[in-house]
């Protein structure tokens, strides 16, 4: 659908004619009915003014397939918006600045849940249960993501729903935020050495540290970059 489209569903959906619509916004109605007909393109300026006046999220206005030009004052105001937007608007939306921009795009596969708390006991997954879009030149270390379930490392900012975008083939070093692989659980932390010791920090004061010891079958996978998301 295109923003043309998408405005002339909110006029309808308001009960407005074309000339009442462009009244409340002080465009000609030849311009409304320009845009609706997709022979204009409205424009960030546009669908900025519309968001306002009838109080939509610019998000349900932006079209999947136009292109516009982001003046100084349109990238002020996308960057007040976004502030203000769900995890789903604020996806929606970015997508469809990286596509005017013309950013290439990839879809991360997310292969399961970790635990940010106790270890999760790991199921066998066949197929990916979810995907992340992200700009392709901040996925060249991505292996996978997985889903956080759990409070653990709240103090760092990643909650429950998050996603941690993981890199399988990095090294890690003291202080790397990790997936750990404890005899078949999974859990998520920050993986320190101290004083001859070998622990998964949480961060968040409820839960202990896990001591690593050598009779158990570890594996250790380095976390790049968590994305916020809506909590289950």
Known sequence: MTSGER?????????????????????????????????????????????????????????????????????????????????????????????????PLIEIPILGYVSAGEPLELEDILEPIDTVTIPEDESRNVSFGLFVK????????IEDGDILLVNANSQVESGSLVIAMIDDKATFKRFKRINGKVLLEP??????????????????????????????
């Open 7 to 103: 405005i002339k569903k909110l006029r309808e959906r308001l009960g407005l004619t074309q000339s009442e619509f462009a009244r409340k916004l002080n465009y000609p109605p030849a311009y409304i009915y320009q845009i609706e007909k997709g022979i204009r393109n409205p424009g960030l300026s546009v669908l900025k003014r519309i968001s306002e006046t009838f109080n939509i999220s610019i998000s349900e206005l932006i079209g999947e397939k136009e292109e516009f030009i982001i003046t100084e004052d349109d990238e002020s105001f996308l960057k007040k918006i976004i502030a203000r937007l769900t995890p789903e608007e604020k996806e929606k939306v970015l997508k469809s600045i990286y596509r005017l921009k013309k950013i």
């Open 203 to 232: 961060a968040n004061e409820k839960y202990e540290p896990i001591e690593l010891k050598e009779n158990m079958d570890i594996k250790l996978y380095k976390v790049i970059m968590s994305i916020k998301r809506k909590k289950f």
């Open 150 to 157: 759990g409070d653990s490392m709240k103090d760092l900012g």
